[in-house]
């Protein structure tokens, strides 16, 4: 009977430690979380050249690093409507997602109206400060928020503007009123104009509706227009084209996409690249527990100097060696 007794007991710490090696195996199956999948919502304010390449490189970035079939990502499109991108953002929060990408301010002002505990990574975004209304800005949110921005300097945008017309006259500068990013930089550019003794007016439209009757107001007044990276305008460049070359008025643009549609030239950034380094930002929280609120907001590792080859063709204007022309 002892030997029976004694038999069993061996067995059952055999059996134990098969189980505890077993168990230990199991969290070894990746660098993350064992056989966890990581779930992503994306939502993207409107589809347009350059939020599109900030979405692409955050994906590729994401199946890098977390590996094929450890994460899940559901992209959604707010076709540019705050109650669209709000719905989108509430219904990531209520199916539990581990991270929200919201590609542009106003996905990034609704996705943190959402939720205050889940992490939310911006790209796209100009100003942080400005789009999430913090007065005291370190670099840090100190909340659930960080990611990319997608501001080229803006006083060497100004630089490029004199480059290319030092005998402007007034400059005149468009965007959308709803936008407070495009506001940001509208009022930075008209500070560096000021710098340099140049009359420069704004003028903005309340949305795409308001683009056409606006602009033909600038290029009755003004000689050389800037657009900052506004969101709207992205989406109608072809309206602020459509009036600009035909008056013989050229477009500074803040980004290559709307430079494409409307420009002579840019000081662009690489949209893909803000985008890959937000899904390298999203590995480090969700993997590697990085803590969100202390993570500083990242900007491009370069610009560059990009022209739209058909308005210049268009308008007379040549542009110098060093300039890239837009694909």
């Not at 990408?101 to 106003?106: G, H, K, V």
């Not at 140049?198 to 439209?205: G, K, L, S």
């Not at 999203?282 to 491009?300: F, R």
């Amino acid at each position: 009977m002892k030997m029976k007794k004694m038999t069993a007991l061996l067995l059952t710490c055999a059996m134990v430690m098969l189980l505890a090696v077993g168990c230990g195996e199991s969290g070894q199956g990746g660098e993350g979380d064992g056989d966890k999948v990581y779930r992503i919502g994306i939502v993207q304010q409107l589809e347009h050249p350059a939020l599109d390449e900030a979405t692409e490189g955050f994906m590729d970035a994401c199946n890098e690093l977390f590996g094929e079939g450890n994460v899940e990502i559901d992209l959604q499109n707010g076709q540019n409507e705050q109650t669209n991108c709000a719905t989108i953002s509430s219904k990531f929060v209520t199916d539990g997602v581990d991270l929200i990408l919201a590609n542009a301010t106003t996905a990034l002002q609704t996705a943190a109206a959402a939720t205050d505990t889940i992490p939310i990574l911006g790209t796209s975004i100009t100003d942080y400060a400005t789009a999430l209304d913090i007065a005291d800005w370190t670099g840090v949110t100190g909340v659930n928020v960080s990611g990319t921005s997608d501001l080229a300097p803006i006083d060497l945008q100004e630089d490029m503007l004199l480059e290319l017309f030092p005998d402007v006259k007034k400059v005149g500068i468009l965007y959308c009123s709803a936008e407070p990013n495009s506001a940001y930089q509208a009022k930075v550019f008209g500070e560096a104009l000021d710098a340099d003794n140049v009359a420069w007016q704004v003028f903005t439209a309340a949305d795409s509706n308001e683009l056409q009757s606006v602009a033909t107001a600038a290029v009755e007044s003004c000689d050389v227009l800037y657009v900052p990276t506004d969101n709207t305008i992205a989406g109608a460049a072809e309206v602020v084209n459509n009036v600009c070359v035909p008056a013989g008025v050229p477009v500074i643009a803040g980004e290559a996409g709307i430079c494409s549609g409307c420009g002579v030239a840019t000081l662009s950034i690489s949209y893909y690249d803000i985008g890959y380094a937000a899904g390298q930002m999203a590995y480090d929280i969700l993997v590697n527990g990085a803590d969100i609120s202390t993570m500083e907001i990242q900007s491009a590792p370069e610009v560059t100097k990009m022209y739209n080859k058909a308005n210049c063709d268009a308008l007379k204007i040549t542009v110098p060696e060093d300039y890239v022309a837009i694909e």
